[in-house]
């Protein structure tokens, strides 16, 4: 299940089918748009075929180190079964960093940076979603008016002191925990978002998804399941 929240409250409830036709959705995907970064020519991954293949010494002692691993090994018993993670409470941050939207910027900033993200959902007094703040557009490139406005220090100094209710994506999509992870990446693709906010139907914040949660589930055990 999909929602998107605004300064107002709740403006959609429903499938992934029908959260492009949101007006605002669209415009936030318009707007949006997460930069690719290419890797350069010369770095790229190993190519398995290539590599060598692992020299046994012969020497009696590696061998012996060997069958006491593999003997040890066998003592362990089974390896459990892993089962596959399909949903986004599988893998979303549960300790999620969230904003006031009367927070100034530069609190906003030292914030994000002390927990080392990028991005963190905004919630009213009563802690409900409205919002999604974006560590980026702190950047004073991305937040000054025009060029004069870096010409004095006390244009920096009102820029600091901006609300974060100023700097905030709103509208901005949420996704329950129970959604399918397929669904939540497709969100993320098609809106150009770093993360998502997790929210109980109530719009109360649970987690947050973001691409980096789903890229350590890739690499890590149990494996991931996102096209079954």
């Given at each position: 299940?999909?929602?998107?929240?605004?300064?107002?409250?709740?403006?959609?409830?429903?499938?992934?089918?029908?959260?492009?036709?949101?007006?605002?959705?669209?415009?936030?995907?318009?707007?949006?748009?997460?930069?690719?970064?290419?890797?350069?020519?010369?770095?790229?991954?190993?190519?398995?075929?290539?590599?060598?293949?692992?020299?046994?010494?012969?020497?009696?002692?590696?061998?012996?180190?060997?069958?006491?691993?593999?003997?040890?090994?066998?003592?362990?018993?089974?390896?459990?079964?892993?089962?596959?993670?399909e949903r986004?409470?599988?893998?979303?941050?549960?300790?999620?960093?969230?904003?006031?939207?009367?927070?100034?910027?530069?609190?906003?900033?030292?914030?994000?940076?002390?927990?080392?993200?990028?991005?963190?959902?905004?919630?009213?007094?009563?802690?409900?979603?409205?919002?999604?703040?974006?560590?980026a557009d702190?950047?004073?490139?991305?937040?000054?008016?025009?060029?004069?406005?870096?010409?004095?220090?006390?244009?920096?100094?009102?820029?600091?002191?901006?609300?974060?209710?100023?700097?905030?994506?709103?509208?901005?999509?949420?996704?329950?925990?129970?959604?399918?992870?397929?669904?939540?990446?497709?969100?993320?693709?098609?809106?150009?978002?770093?993360?998502?906010?997790?929210?109980?139907?109530?719009?109360?914040?649970?987690?947050?998804?973001?691409?980096?949660?789903?890229?350590?589930a890739v690499?890590?055990?149990?494996?991931?399941?996102?096209?079954?």
């Amino acid at each position: 299940m999909f929602y998107v929240y605004g300064l107002g409250g709740p403006i959609y409830r429903g499938p992934l089918e029908n959260l492009a036709q949101v007006s605002p959705v669209r415009a936030l995907s318009a707007l949006r748009r997460v930069q690719g970064v290419n890797a350069p020519a010369t770095e790229r991954l190993p190519d398995p075929a290539e590599a060598p293949a692992p020299a046994h010494s012969g020497a009696p002692h590696t061998l012996r180190q060997e069958a006491l691993a593999a003997y040890t090994d066998t003592q362990q018993g089974p390896t459990p079964a892993r089962e596959p993670l399909e949903r986004v409470q599988d893998v979303m941050t549960r300790e999620v960093l969230s904003m006031a939207p009367s927070l100034s910027a530069a609190e906003a900033w030292e914030a994000l940076a002390a927990r080392g993200v990028g991005q963190a959902p905004v919630v009213n007094a009563q802690g409900l979603l409205v919002g999604l703040l974006l560590r980026a557009d702190l950047l004073p490139a991305s937040l000054l008016p025009g060029p004069a406005a870096n010409t004095t220090g006390i244009a920096a100094w009102q820029l600091a002191q901006r609300p974060v209710s100023e700097l905030m994506l709103t509208p901005v999509p949420a996704v329950t925990p129970d959604t399918h992870l397929r669904q939540a990446a497709r969100v993320l693709l098609d809106m150009g978002l770093p993360g998502l906010p997790v929210t109980q139907d109530s719009g109360q914040v649970v987690g947050f998804l973001s691409r980096a949660d789903i890229l350590r589930a890739v690499v890590a055990d149990p494996p991931l399941d996102l096209w079954t």
